[in-house]
């Protein structure tokens, strides 16, 4: 069965600090990774995708990273805002192009 | 995404009510997607839909009905709603490409649904 293990199931830091969030996924085959980022109340949004032969990918102060062979991605969140508040989502497609499966995600919360 | 709009945004019904969610999108996007989300799972798909005339069911569509009205709306039907159909609700679309690899989904802001 396709599974998206994430962790830290929730998270609370300082603003300015950096943090890394964890997802390990078995699911097969595989296309590509992403992870969303979703606000309270909102839809997710995109924050990157990664097929299997990228191994990093940034989005301003997001870096994303992938290990294919050990079926382990990073998203690294550096010196962080209140506005990074919110629920982080890995999403691993399996080469549907529909089916993704989702992560229950982590949440995040940033302190003052 | 303001590109994708949904309402209502929240909801009240009683069980055994029909209930109707709708889906409009401007991005010009040929699929369309029904999630649901709820506490402490990942989002589930409920159906999905590559154009007008192609309409799938996803992993959880039992209780549950569509329609592609024209490519740019997608309704979701409860015929008849249960308490345990109360979820977050979301539609989301993305653009057919020549590879799987970047089809990205844009989401809505999601309907807040509870059934009595």
């Known amino acids: 069965k396709n599974q998206v293990e994430q962790s830290p199931q929730s998270l609370i830091i300082l603003e300015g600090k950096n943090c890394t969030l964890q997802c390990n996924y078995t699911v097969s085959p595989f296309s590509n990774l992403r992870w969303y980022k979703q606000d309270t109340g909102r839809g997710p949004v995109s924050l990157t995708i990664m097929t299997f032969s990228e191994n990093t990918k940034s989005n301003g102060r997001y870096t994303a990273t992938l290990d294919a062979d050990t079926k382990q991605s990073s998203l690294h969140i550096t010196a962080s805002q209140l506005s990074d508040s919110a629920s982080y989502i890995c999403?691993?497609?399996?080469?549907?192009?529909?089916?993704?499966?989702f992560g229950k995600g982590t949440s995040l919360l940033v302190t003052p | 995404d303001a590109d994708v709009t949904q309402t209502p945004r929240n909801r009240i019904t009683k069980t055994g009510k029909r209930i109707m969610l709708e889906c409009s999108q401007t991005k010009g996007h040929d699929r369309m997607y029904w999630y649901r989300q709820d506490p402490g799972l990942g989002l589930r798909l409920i159906y999905y839909s590559f154009d007008v005339k192609d309409i799938n069911k996803g992993e959880i569509s039992d209780g549950y009905s569509v329609s592609r009205q024209a490519q740019a709306k997608f309704s979701l039907s409860l015929e008849s709603a249960i308490p345990n159909q109360t979820a977050l609700y979301f539609c989301a679309t993305s653009e057919r490409t020549g590879t799987e690899a970047y089809n990205e989904q844009f989401f809505g802001p999601g309907t807040r649904l509870t059934v009595l």
């Open positions: 999403v691993v497609d399996s080469n549907s192009g529909y089916a993704l499966n």
